[in-house]
């Protein structure tokens, strides 16, 4: 079984300073974790995805993860927030990594960012 | 990378009736997802369709309820049936797609904004 946990709800921070959304994954196999942003009134966008490669993955937007398997942990940050970025952000784990065309996401509770100017 | 269209954007509807939501793609695909977002709420899978052969239904969810159909490779669709103001959601279509960096990742539609009155 799979499952992920978003341990902030809300996050909020100035313009210019740094983000950190954390998120912890459980996994009975080796997962692929992803992070995806969704803006008010818009579709889901994927920032970035971990598939067992490099274990610090850099995405769209300047956000970038890394995958800690020792802390079961896959943080999203950003060294400088953008008005841009205010948003509700998923923490999403999938186990079906070899098996292309089936992978079932289970999805995090959300992350809402906003940004202070 | 896939380009999803679900239609209708959104719809008011009386308690008791049914809707059917479709979700087109650009490209032909495997499997197709259809997921629940309850008002401020995540993700929350119902049901992974594949061409040719009956919905896979998640826990919670049953066929009855969420029948879908699948009739080719690019189309979808989901029915909300009887449907109670429990039922208001947002509900997303999502494919399986090689992404930008040739990895394989998960597109979704801009989803259908569902209220029962």
């Known amino acids: 079984a799979q499952s992920v946990t978003q341990l902030d709800s809300h996050v909020s921070v100035s313009e210019g300073t740094p983000v950190l959304l954390r998120c912890n994954y459980s996994?009975?196999?080796?997962?692929?974790l992803f992070w995806y942003v969704q803006h008010p009134n818009k579709g889901l966008q994927l920032l970035l995805k971990y598939t067992s490669a490099a274990t610090l993955v850099k995405g769209i937007n300047g956000f970038e993860a890394e995958f800690k398997k020792s802390e079961t942990s896959f943080h999203l940050t950003k060294p400088s927030a953008h008005m841009s970025d205010a948003a509700e952000y998923f923490c999403v784990v999938s186990d079906n990594l070899l098996n292309f065309g089936n992978e079932k996401l289970t999805f995090g509770t959300g992350t809402r960012l906003t940004i202070i100017p | 990378s896939a380009v999803i269209s679900q239609k209708p954007s959104r719809d008011i509807c009386q308690r008791g009736t049914s809707l059917t939501i479709q979700c087109q793609v650009d490209s032909q695909v495997t499997m197709m997802f259809w997921y629940r977002q309850q008002p401020g709420q995540s993700l929350t899978l119902i049901a992974t369709a594949n061409q040719g052969s009956e919905a896979t239904y998640e826990s919670g969810f049953v066929i009855d309820k969420f029948p879908i159909s699948r009739p080719n490779l690019t189309f979808s669709t989901l029915t909300v049936s009887n449907m109670s103001p429990e039922d208001s959601s947002i509900y997303l279509c999502?494919?399986?797609?090689?992404?930008?960096?040739?990895?394989?990742?998960?597109?979704f539609g801009p989803g259908t904004r569902l209220t029962v009155l």
């Open positions: 999502s494919v399986e797609d090689l992404g930008a960096s040739g990895i394989g990742e998960q597109f």
């Open positions: 996994s009975s196999y080796s997962p692929s």
